[in-house]
DNA sequence: CTCTTCAAGACAAGAGCCCTGACTAGAATC
DNA sequence: GATTCTAGTCAGGGCTCTTGTCTTGAAGAG
């Protein structure tokens, strides 16, 4: 803390936050290890473990040097303590809902599914939600410290809810993650969209470590996009960066339309919904898919000019297969920034709420109580 | 710091910290006060005065409790010592440069100003920063600990450097401020543009203390746009975030155009220029200007979609007079943000930097060295 | 003019945290 | 079984903060 007062019980505290520390990293450590990792006296390191042992986040693990490594006398093995609680991860998507159990040092502790119907009707996705939370939680068995949320509809920053944007598909519905899983949670409920969570982990991907700027644009049945600047997801004032769907760009002859309108004009878009008919876009010709690359360049411009993005990562279920003609029309822009697919395989989103879980778990053990 | 290791002189440093701060909201207190104000004890109050006045950043005033408020004994007062150093506030525009010289109070010691010939000539400006930095640097005659300049052109994020973009006015041209201020700056030069300083002074004005997310459109001979978000003026990659002159928006009769190019097929464009003729465009009628405001409204559109403000706040020249076309316009987006002129009078890029100018001294203070 | 009042500042004692260095404990190696 | 080597403990010392007492000195009262 900055503003701490100076006292004695800071440097203290300091210390035993080094030894969480140092403990989540390396799963277990004798009070000699601990010392020379922390770059502490032994003593001290010996009082932090008998402080934290005491107050039930760290206990001796019992294991006693398993491999001779040296002759000397074996030392006990610290580790932290089951209480030190676990994470909730959970993403909500109009298939389904997926939710992990996570403990301090990442692992998944349990993880289960349940489908839902299409259309997805708010009621039964709150009970999927419950259930699911229900088994991973029961799972575990240790009390949850941390729940982190990803759902595939706009989300209000300040309360958590699902939003429904004018003229956009509303995916799965109406709902409130935070009341819904507040019964199973023992600390904050954090829920962002699933694109601000896949860019989350974009960021966080391997060779990306210099990426502190960049846009994700998402194009599948729905529009969306995350900004990250400075190396954090941007949300502004309601949690609503990145709803393009009413960006003005440039539309077929040239003339100015909203980005989603674009996509009722060309007939891409479901019967008697708002989404985007990603399998008919995907079959459709080269006019149209240079008209759609025109217009996605429109939404660059927007990008660049409002976020200056080292670069433009494309995800979604049909941006990289139109990569080619999206990248014709931004080399055509006055500013060349670099767009290109993303490099993510597997659950990108789930990697980022992983990410983000494990982050809040932790944090609450270093700050504690 | 978080990752500072645990010792004593860990809390010794908070101590000095908390005593070097609070002289910085009262100027002057007696070791008493500073006690009472911290919430530390007097005996330890008094150790950390000693600490600091042998290293020269605290001094006792001389003075001796001036107007009786009890009847003890009276106090001996303290305050920082000139050697805390003063920062360099500087703004550099088309039509001059002014420089201020602040001391950790935020109170002006000198203030100059140069005139510059337009159109600028790099060499010419360079001059005049020079001149005017070594006269407030003298006035003072106080080591200089920070330098922020403002330039009313882009600025590279990197380097400080001025940069020229394609299509957009050039208004001071090629130059380096850090370069050239680094003979007179004893500490960190940082340059930015004036629209973020202006928007920065928006952000930090009285009644805006819950404005943590807004955009500021600066419209005048230059297109500008400041983003400032969770409280931060964003910069992006390079520092070009908010240069929207080549944003895709709506034009005359629906086409597609980029905004900068609008004035151009308006016939606002300065001649043998790439400037806005605010004159002209002051004069111009209904029908013009309602264009103006549909094409500011789609570039408004582009800000709700990539920022999410809470509200948008336009400046410059002619931003202001057009409100009423502005607001027409933005009233028929889907998504409604309130557009309101700037309220702030006088000097508002000059107090973003005396702010940012003074934020730098006091850490250059408190992190000393 | 002297005495009283009362807060500033100094001093002393005590507690807490960390460190160094020496000592004890205990298992693997020889 | 002796040796070696490392984990963990203990004792002494330094530093910082705190509480409480004492001294100092100017303002106010008489």
Chains 1, 2 share one sequence.
């Not at 006398?73 to 209480?83: D, E, F, K, N």
């Not at 759609?292 to 990289?320: C, F, K, N, R």
Request: hydrophobic share 45%; aromatic share 4%.
């Amino acid at each position: 803390m900055d503003s701490a007062k100076p006292s004695l019980d800071l440097v203290r505290s300091v210390t035993d936050v080094h030894v969480l520390r140092a403990l989540m990293r390396h799963r277990r450590l004798t009070r000699a290890e601990l010392a020379a990792q922390i770059g502490i006296s032994k003593p001290t390191a010996g009082e932090s473990v008998r402080r934290l042992t005491e107050r039930g986040l760290v206990a001796d693990t019992g294991e006693r040097t398993p491999g001779g490594r040296g002759r000397g006398r074996v030392g006990s093995y610290y580790a932290l303590a089951p209480a030190v609680g676990v994470a909730l991860a959970v993403t909500i998507a109009p298939e389904g809902v997926v939710a992990e159990c996570l403990d301090v040092y990442g692992d998944a502790l349990a993880r289960t599914m349940r489908e839902v119907d299409r259309p997805a009707r708010p009621d039964h996705v709150a009970a999927a939600l419950r259930s699911a939370a229900a088994e991973v939680r029961d799972a575990a068995d240790h009390p949850v410290r941390a729940t982190v949320v990803s759902a595939a509809d706009p989300v209000d920053r300040a309360t958590g809810r699902l939003v429904q944007l004018p003229d956009a598909p509303f995916l799965v519905g109406e709902l409130d993650p935070v009341a819904v899983l507040a019964p199973f949670a023992g600390g904050p409920v954090v829920v962002d969209n699933d694109v601000n969570w896949a860019a989350s982990a974009e960021r966080d991907s391997a060779g990306a470590e210099h990426l502190r700027d960049f846009a994700y644009l998402y194009l599948g049945e729905g529009l969306g996009c995350a900004i990250v600047n400075d190396g954090e997801i941007r949300r502004g004032r309601s949690g609503l960066t990145g709803e393009i769907a009413h960006l003005v760009t440039a539309g077929p002859g040239g003339r100015a339309v909203r980005f989603i309108e674009l996509f009722g004009e060309l007939g891409l878009r479901r019967h008697g919904s708002t989404a985007i008919d990603v399998g008919r876009l995907l079959g459709s010709g080269a006019t149209t898919r240079e008209v759609i690359g025109t217009a996605v360049a429109g939404v660059v411009a927007a990008v660049i000019a409002l976020a200056d993005p080292q670069e433009v990562v494309v995800g979604g279920s049909w941006g990289p297969a139109l990569l080619g003609d999206i990248g014709a029309a931004t080399a055509r822009l006055p500013r060349h920034v670099p767009v290109r697919a993303t490099a993510l395989t597997g659950e990108p989103v789930m990697a980022g709420v992983r990410a983000a879980a494990l982050d809040h778990l932790r944090a609450s053990v270093t700050a504690d109580g």
